[in-house]
Nanobody
């Protein structure tokens, strides 16, 4: 099973990035999908969650109104559109596939750096 994030990079404040998380070895449609991030010296923070089927996405307060999580189960891919980026959004972003406490998977992460 592999979750592969892509789309990270360097961006100026106010800019946008679109992250992707492509899965192999599992069908993401049966998983709740989450995006986490971890800034240097900090713990891992939940950014956004989307259910496998239906349901309303949820966001951390820091992401509301700026980030959008979505999924395309036909492509086995989850996305995180990030707009109006701030320096404090700088972190490694990870996708996470959750079905149960004993059946879940992490991606390897993608670096997002917002600099002025």
């Amino acid at each position: 099973v592999h979750l592969t994030e892509s789309g990270g990079g360097l961006v100026e404040p106010g800019g946008s990035l679109s992250l992707s998380c492509a899965a192999s070895g599992i069908s993401l449609g049966s998983f709740e999908m989450r995006w986490y991030r971890q800034a240097p010296g900090a713990g891992r923070e939940l950014v956004a969650t989307i259910a496998g089927v239906g349901g309303t996405p949820t966001y951390a307060d820091s992401a509301k109104g700026r980030f959008t999580i979505s999924r395309d189960n036909s492509k086995n891919t989850v996305y995180l559109q990030m707009n109006s980026l701030k320096p404090e959004d700088t972190a490694v972003y990870y996708c996470y596939a959750y079905r149960s406490r004993t059946f879940n998977f992490w991606g390897q992460g993608t670096q997002v750096t917002v600099f002025s």
